[in-house]
């Protein structure tokens, strides 16, 4: 789960990390309010979505009066900003943050990430902040300082100390970098975070302060950190997956026709595969997991249908803990409940695959079951290529 950048600060801000001054706005005029109330001859207006690379997307404009701190706001607010992280469609800009200008004298880039091979959380530092982690790794590698927590005793004052030293800081710079970097440390353990991000972090006016901030959290641990999981805006996310992950169910949207609902995500990647090759496009990655009970399944048929783009649904299951005969009759109450418009492709093998293929074809006679994958993903692209909008 993402935050936006202003929330990301306000959680640094409890370990006495230092920033710019800022406030929220959700209109113009308040911007323009927020401006005078911070003071100063020039704010920047920054755009509040989650991505990164707003600068360059025009997301981020620097002020010189409040009026055109109302004007930078005019222009950004009800927008859809694209990024290079956004996709085509952009994200909506709802509110801004306006903060007070700095004079920047170096951009420095310092990132917390949850490294999976050591099973550690990871710092990753650079002294050529301002550009993007991909862009240091592939022109500045040099420039990169790598550290490792151990998760027995934490991170230690020396390590954040050999970080500082490791990006060219000096004097009274070492000491505030240090519990810039301790504080991060914290503000990521004890909120679960999955990645934190200050780029850039800068030194000004002898200080150090974080510039931007970009915070997202383990979903996993969510349940436990309710001052998180009210940080949540949904108006950022794909509503499909947020329709899905409401649910319980592990859902990511895709940009075809296909609607898949699979048991088990290497069975939803083989499938994947197999609807491209038999010449169709999924629209989604649906897996329902082990032993699902109808309920669940007509769950996800529900999850599939909120896409619109979907014109064929196909259900792949390979029964192992999950039951044939459950999957069917969860195919059933979906086709009663739901109402399922779309052509329906269902292959099932495995566990009570006969008792399942039974109540397909008494309570179910339109669907169309296949006995393979391959026939499964072969009859659903030949149903979508007949709905006639595979020409158009
Ligand atoms: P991002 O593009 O989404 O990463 O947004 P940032 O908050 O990092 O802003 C983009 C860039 O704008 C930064 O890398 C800075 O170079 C610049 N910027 C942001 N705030 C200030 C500021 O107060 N003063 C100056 N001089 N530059 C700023
Ligand atoms: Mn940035």
Redesign the pocket.
Known sequence: MDIH?YQAKELLATQGIRM?RGGLAYSPEQAAYRAAEIGGEAW?V?AQIHS?????AG??I?CRSEKEVEEAAEKLLGRKLVTHQTGPSGKLVNRLYI?E????ER?IYLGFVLDRKFERIMIVASSQG?MEIEEIAEKEPDSLVRCVVDPGVGMLEFQAREIAFGLGLEGKLIGKAVQTILGCYRVFRDYDAGMLEI??LVVARDDIFA??CKMSFDENAIFRRPEISELRDKSQEDPRETFASDRGLSYVGLDGNIGCIINGAGLAMATMDMIKIAGGDPANFLDIGGGASPERVAKSFRAVLQDEKVEVILVNIFAGINRCDWVAEGVVKALQEVGVNVPLVVRLSGTKVEEGKAILAQKAPDVIVADTLKEAAEHAVAEWKKSGKAAA
């Open positions: 950048e710019p920047v920054k990164g690379a707003r600068g360059k997301g981020i620097l903060e200008t700095v004079d920047i951009e301002g780029n850039p510039l931007d």
